[in-house]
């Protein structure tokens, strides 16, 4: 919270963008749906302000609303989200953008369920396509999760271990223990 004082009396527009952004992406993996929200909503106000960058926005407005969907404040549109993640033209925020969406769809009801799948295996492709490897061992961790919530136990096995394997070559020690403990878990 320091540093965000600091960028705001530097008036480093860029650097503040981004701070609040990342913050608001670790609060969001905390599962601190309530801040994330919040954070997001300064990324997004000052991308406003400043036309910094349309995919950082778009991204922005993507993770505000799933964040206010997975605290169960309100539901999103997937044609609006779908139409900002039409407009992300950074590889780097592809892949994640397309597995909240997964993320989103897979919490909302137990109606998107295939849905939710859908755009995990999205993520996974996307994911693998770019080289985004971290991206990539959360993709098949919320798959998964998917799998669990499908009965399928051995599903959820295999991609947990995908998963693990993953994290492990990117050196996620603490992602590889939170999926362990998941994997053992599993019956």
């Known amino acids: 919270m320091t540093a965000l004082a600091f960028f705001d009396r530097s008036r480093n527009l860029t650097w503040e963008i981004q701070a609040f952004f990342f913050l608001s992406n670790t609060y969001f993996e905390m599962g601190e749906y309530e801040r994330a929200e919040e954070y997001y909503e300064r990324t997004g106000s000052l991308l406003e302000d400043s ?24 539901k999103f549109n997937l044609n609006d989200l779908t139409d900002n993640f039409q407009k992300i033209k950074h590889r780097i925020m592809e892949g994640s953008v397309v597995r909240y969406i997964g993320m989103a769809l897979l919490h909302i009801d137990d109606q998107h369920v295939g849905e939710a799948e859908d755009w995990i295996k999205k993520a996974i492709k996307v994911n693998g396509t770019n080289d985004m490897r971290w991206s990539l061992g959360r993709d098949y961790a919320l798959y998964a999760e998917l799998y669990r919530r499908k009965g399928a136990q051995s599903g959820a096995k295999e991609n947990l271990i995908k998963a693990i394997d993953i994290l492990r070559e990117c050196g996620a020690d603490g992602w590889v223990e939170k999926y362990e403990k998941e994997l053992a878990s599993v019956s």
């Open 51 to 74: 036309q910094f960058s349309h995919s950082f926005l778009n991204a922005s407005k993507i993770y505000l609303a799933i964040s206010r969907t997975l605290s169960g404040n309100r």
